[in-house]
């Protein structure tokens, strides 16, 4: 239900934002007009599952104007929701109902960059591949990269906390953000944009912003470490027997390639042949296995990247761990096998939705869980090859070397009784094993009402201190997980 505290927009707020922004490019406005289709691509999530009914989608070109937005919005009681690229997957960035959208888009400036320290300092609404582009020429790497790069924000990522597909090499944002320049719902800058490895001068509040999904403030800018590209970059996608091969496997892995190794990435034979069925793209390898690894190496030596690899690939195939593998042998190639693991969310989506889990769980349980899963739909008579049933397949994939399982459920279409089935089942399963509901993707609404099967009463009971404090109003993402 619609939080009656919060007012509704009147065309004088529109006329007070018009005059603000000083441009009709920073507005889009359904109150005093029908803004149509336009409004859309922000009311609507990437998963098409969540809509709301935004009015008003401002877009400031600067931190200062974000201050202003906020400040006159908590001065009123609009209810506001921060959108960077709209590509989060549990609902966060799209309004629930009549919240004013406010969309880092034009926010999108490089600020600096250190090539001896290695930092950059950027706008929130810089979008991750942009940024990595620019690191590339210089020789660095963002220490992020995940499927969705060509549209999520850096300030989309921080405020998610996202993991992505190189964590196992070079951690998480947690660590790797140095700085924040950040606004308060009550237009309070915050400028924390530090460019120090080590500054332990009291608590580290940039670090509740850092998967906080926009409901304590907006981040503006990103102090952020970034490390040197390397000079030699390999990929290998195998073709395993079973989830204990893909175990022994990933032990090899660290093994032999230790400082090398950049990204463990496993698909299960399912989520493949889905994704081959539904891209038209080709599998690289023959036949068919039941499950798949990628293997990422970058290190700065080309030869002895080769020749540990190469040692390694011996190994795995001469003790039968890997049933077939192939290493890419340019970038065209290095692309593809990519593509086969960043693809998988993208083409899933092809049956009409898909249910998702993002779960960490204890590394050797991962996958029992999406068979038990697919052993309950096909029990409860939900999953099947003809149109009347509604569940298309359950797979499993994501990042092995973190732990992190996707289990994904497509379907022909969303059905309550598919629903019921999954939860709250999912989450009791995870909990029975001190797993994460949620490892990287964040909470939004979709995870709002699960919250206790990873946290505490009294882990709850503080989160709620703290947004009280911050946004005494209320007025940032409401309806969220707080
Ligand atoms: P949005 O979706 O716009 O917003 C996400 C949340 O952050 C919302 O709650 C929003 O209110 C808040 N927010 C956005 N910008 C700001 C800001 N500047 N200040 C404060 N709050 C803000 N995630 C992973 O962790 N690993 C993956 O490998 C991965 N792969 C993905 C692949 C695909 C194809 C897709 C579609 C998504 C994937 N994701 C992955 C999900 C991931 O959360 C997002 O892609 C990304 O981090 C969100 O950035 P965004 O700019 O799109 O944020
Ligand atoms: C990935 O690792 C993303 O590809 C998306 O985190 C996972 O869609 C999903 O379930
Ligand atoms: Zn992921």
């Given amino acids: 239900k619609r939080d009656s505290k919060f007012a509704e927009l009147t065309p004088e707020h529109v006329k007070w934002f018009r005059e603000t922004l000083g441009t009709d490019s920073a507005i889009l406005d359904g109150v005093n007009q029908d803004a149509g289709d336009d409004m859309e691509p922000f009311n609507s999530d990437w998963m098409r599952k969540y809509r709301g009914h935004a009015k008003l989608v401002v877009k400031p070109g600067n931190t200062e104007e974000v201050s202003k937005i906020l400040k006159y919005c908590n001065d009123n009681m609009l209810a506001v929701v921060p959108q960077g690229g709209n590509t989060g997957l549990v609902g966060g960035s799209v309004p629930v109902f009549d919240e004013i959208v406010i969309n880092l888009a034009r ?65 998480s944002l947690h660590g790797n953000v140095l700085g924040l320049e950040a606004v308060l719902p009550d237009g309070t800058i915050v400028d924390d944009l530090c460019k120090l490895r080590k500054n332990n001068t009291g608590y580290d509040i940039k670090q509740l912003f850092i998967g906080g999904e926009g409901t304590i403030g907006i981040i503006t800018g990103i102090s952020i470490l ?47 042949k889905l994704y081959n069925t539904a891209s038209g793209n080709r599998l690289p390898l023959e036949g068919e296995h039941p499950f798949y690894c990628l293997i990422e190496t970058s290190g700065s030596n080309t030869e002895h990247d080769q020749e540990k690899l190469e040692a390694f690939l011996e190994h795995v195939m001469g003790e039968e761990i890997v049933s077939d593998g192939v290493v890419a042998q340019d970038q065209t190639q290095i692309k593809e096998l990519w593509g086969c693991r960043e693809g998988v969310p993208e083409h899933l989506g ?50 092995m070397g973190d732990a992190n399982l996707h289990l994904n459920v497509p379907v022909r279409r969303y059905d309550k009784a598919v629903e019921k089935e999954l939860e709250p089942w999912v989450y009791e399963w995870v909990q029975k094993r ?41 007025i940032m993402n409401p309806y969220k997980y707080i």
Wanted: proline share 3%; charged share 25%; net charge negative.
């Fill in 226 to 272: 970034c490390p040197q590209r390397s000079n030699a970059l390999n990929v290998a996608y195998f073709g395993l027997e079973s989830f204990e091969k893909v175990q022994e496997a990933f032990r090899e892995a660290k093994n032999q390639l230790g400082e090398i190794l950049s990204a463990f990435e496993l698909m299960d034979g399912r989520s493949q």
């Fill in 107 to 171: 926010m999108n400036q490089i600020r600096s960059f250190d090539d001896v320290s290695g930092i950059l300092v950027a706008d929130g609404g810089v979008i991750l591949e942009v940024a990595d582009n620019f690191l590339a020429e210089k020789n660095h790497i963002f220490p992020l990269d995940l499927g969705a790069k060509g549209s999520c924000q850096i300030g989309g990522n921080v405020a998610t906390n996202a993991g992505g597909l190189r964590l196992l090499r070079y951690g």
């Fill in 434 to 474: 001190h797993g994460s509901i949620s490892a990287e993707h964040g909470l939004g609404i979709a995870k709002k009402p699960f919250i206790g099967y990873s946290r505490s009463e009294t882990m709850v009971r503080l989160y709620k201190q703290i947004k009280d404090l911050y946004d005494p109003n209320g």
């Fill in 350 to 399: 092809h049956w009409g939705g898909v249910y998702k889990y993002d779960l960490s769980i204890p590394i050797g349980e991962m996958y029992s869980l999406v068979e038990e899963c697919r052993e309950r739909m096909m029990k409860a008579g939900l999953l099947g090859d003809s149109e009347d049933k509604p569940v298309v397949d359950v797979v499993g994939y994501g990042h």
